[in-house]
DNA sequence: GCTTCAAATGCAACTTTATTGCATGACCGA
DNA sequence: TCGGTCATGCAATAAAGTTGCATTTGAAGC
């Protein structure tokens, strides 16, 4: 569990019954290290406990309205899922490898986006701006030389 | 058309044969000002010719494998489709709308993207670095705020 | 403690988007 | 003309997520 996060807390604080459900998907998310999937944190709640797949879609769709779980593209058809930046999580990119489809977060000061000139210019409404980094992480690496595929 | 590529010359450049739905394809894409999905693209090629989405879809693959389109996510579950940069079309980043689902290209120094502390301390290899602003676009912000849902 | 009612959950069917397998067709060179 | 390779078509399948509707749950009020 992140040691600064109570989930609970979480919740409540946006405005959201905290079920037992929830807190399962949401510590399913809180305690990985990286972005995981919506079956992946399926998977993981229903080794512990019950869980219809749909419910668990229905919670994430609820955490990301509610602003207390970030919605992450991983460059594959399925989104990943993580905790949003609060106080103690500050926003930062990832890194998607393009080989085993494992995501991973990147520090938050890896990357240094400018953003002036486009607030200044832009037309529309901007509400977010998301950078991945796509690759092959180091432990793909040595399989991608000597597999050629 | 673009003013500066010839779609044929694009292709066989890339060491594809230049056949007529390849062509289409990469017109369709090419004569675009904003990425377009796979169903639009199919749809604007059968406009003209019929055409099989599996082969759309096939020859998007190609395309892409070959660095002659770039696949770019949208935020979405779907897949949008653009002219790979080249020496008449400089990197840049996109911007999603998420009332209307229209993409639109950015110049290309709306964003300054400082990556140098991620080559340094990365561990792995990195191919890309995508970049995509979420927001309402200037043609979706009224209906924003009058239908509140 | 009982009742009530909205919100949460379960389950089956469905949708969207893309992929696979296999058959057919077109093209190019020998 | 023949052979082979690559492109295309078509049907079936897959992956990921959504919808509709029935059932359960649990907090709020009595
Ligand atoms: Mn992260
Ligand atoms: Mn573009
Ligand atoms: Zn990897
Ligand atoms: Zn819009």
């Avoid at 459900?21 to 080794?47: K, N, W, Y």
């Avoid at 938050?108 to 950078?131: A, C, M, Y």
Wanted: aromatic fraction near 6%; glycine fraction near 8%.
């Amino acid at each position: 569990m992140c040691q600064h996060c109570n989930y609970g807390n979480l919740l409540t604080t946006a405005g959201l019954e905290a079920t037992a459900h929830r807190l399962h998907v949401l510590e399913a998310i809180g305690d990985s290290t990286f972005p995981l999937s919506a079956v992946a944190i399926h998977q993981s709640v229903a080794g512990r406990r019950a869980i219809n797949r749909v419910t668990v879609y229905r919670i994430l769709d609820t955490l990301v309205e509610h602003g207390v779980v970030d919605r992450i593209s991983t460059g594959g058809r399925a989104f990943n899922y993580g905790l949003a930046p609060n106080a103690h999580h500050q926003p930062h990119p990832h890194f998607y490898c393009t080989r085993c489809g494992r995501m991973c977060c990147l520090a938050p000061e890896s990357l240094n986006v400018d953003t002036h000139p486009l607030w200044k210019t832009f037309p529309g409404r901007i509400d977010r701006i998301e950078v991945r980094v796509d690759g092959v992480c180091k432990n793909c690496l040595p399989l991608e030389t000597q597999s050629r595929n």
